[in-house]
C-alpha cells in the first residue's frame, strides 16, 4: 500500500521567509498528487495538483509544487510566505493504476507565519 | 453555496450510542468519499461510492460502521454502539467520475465520552 511523508510536523517562519515543505510517497506506479491545505478554524480547501505533463506545477496563493518522479517527491515551495499562510498542509497521492479512488495522506504540516 | 456540506456540525455522544452524519456532495459529483481524521493527523480513507454503488471499503471500516448513499445523492455514515477510539473528525468528499480532484466538507467532528 502507498504511503506519504511529510518529515516536516512545524515550521515556523517570518514573514518574506521562503518555504519549502517536503512531501515523499511510497509507490511505484502512475499517481495523482495534491497540496490540500487547512486554514484555522476552515475545511480542506485545495492548493494545487499534480496528474501529468509539466512537473513544475502552480497552484493558489503563489505556491507551487514540483515532482520529481525519480525521488518519489512533490514539494511544496513558495517564494515569500505571509502571516495569512498560516495554515496546515498536507500532500496526498492518488495511486491511479490500482484503480482506487483514495487518497492518501501525510500527517500535515503546521506552518507559523511570524509577523 | 455550493460546496459539500456535512450535517451536523458537531456531535457529542455517550459510549454505546449510536450516531448518523450526513453529507451533501457537490451536485453534479457522483463520486462521494467519507475520510476520518484525529488530532495531529492526516484524513485516513473509510468508503467511497460512485453514484449508489459503494466500490471501495477501508480496512477502518469496522462492522460497528455503515454507509449509505441510496438515491446516488447524499450519503448517510452511521457508527453503532460508539468507542471512545471513534473519536474523530468524519470527513466527506466528493468529485467527478472524469476529474480526479475531491473536494472536502467542513466536516463532523464526534467526542464520544
Known amino acids: 500500500a502507498q504511503s506519504v511523508s511529510q518529515h516536516n510536523h512545524h515550521v515556523i517562519l517570518s514573514e518574506a521567509a521562503s518555504l519549502e515543505l517536503g512531501c515523499n510517497y511510497s509507490?511505484?506506479?502512475?499517481?495523482?498528487l495534491f497540496w490540500y491545505v487547512q486554514y484555522p478554524g476552515q475545511h480542506l480547501q485545495l492548493l494545487l495538483k499534480?496528474?501529468?505533463?509539466?512537473?513544475l506545477v502552480k497552484g493558489i496563493k503563489g505556491f507551487e509544487a514540483e515532482f520529481i518522479k525519480s525521488k518519489f517527491s512533490f514539494n511544496l515551495r513558495k517564494p515569500s510566505v505571509q502571516w495569512s499562510d498560516t495554515a496546515e498542509y498536507f500532500c496526498?497521492?492518488?495511486?491511479?493504476?490500482?484503480?482506487?479512488?483514495?487518497?492518501?495522506f501525510g500527517s500535515g504540516t503546521r506552518l507559523q507565519v511570524q509577523p | 453555496d455550493t460546496g459539500v456540506s456535512q450535517d451536523p456540525r458537531h456531535k457529542i455522544t455517550k459510549r454505546g450510542q449510536n450516531v448518523t452524519f450526513r453529507c451533501d456532495p457537490i451536485s453534479e459529483h457522483n463520486r462521494l468519499y467519507w475520510y476520518r481524521q484525529t488530532l495531529g493527523q492526516g484524513p485516513e480513507f473509510l468508503t467511497y461510492?460512485?453514484?449508489?454503488?459503494?466500490?471501495?471499503k477501508s480496512r477502518l471500516l469496522s462492522d460497528r460502521f455503515s454507509a449509505e448513499r441510496p438515491k446516488g445523492s447524499f450519503s448517510t455514515l452511521e457508527i453503532q454502539r460508539t468507542e471512545q477510539g471513534d473519536s474523530a473528525m468524519y470527513l466527506c468528499?466528493?468529485?467527478?467520475?472524469?476529474?480526479?480532484?475531491?473536494?472536502f466538507g467542513p466536516g463532523t467532528r464526534l467526542l464520544v465520552l
Open positions: 499534480y496528474f501529468s505533463g509539466d512537473p
Open positions: 509507490y511505484g506506479g502512475t499517481v495523482n
Open positions: 468528499a466528493s468529485s467527478t467520475q472524469s476529474h480526479g480532484t475531491q473536494y
Open positions: 461510492f460512485q453514484n449508489e454503488a459503494q466500490l471501495e
Open positions: 496526498a497521492v492518488n495511486a491511479m493504476d490500482t484503480g482506487r479512488r483514495a487518497l492518501t
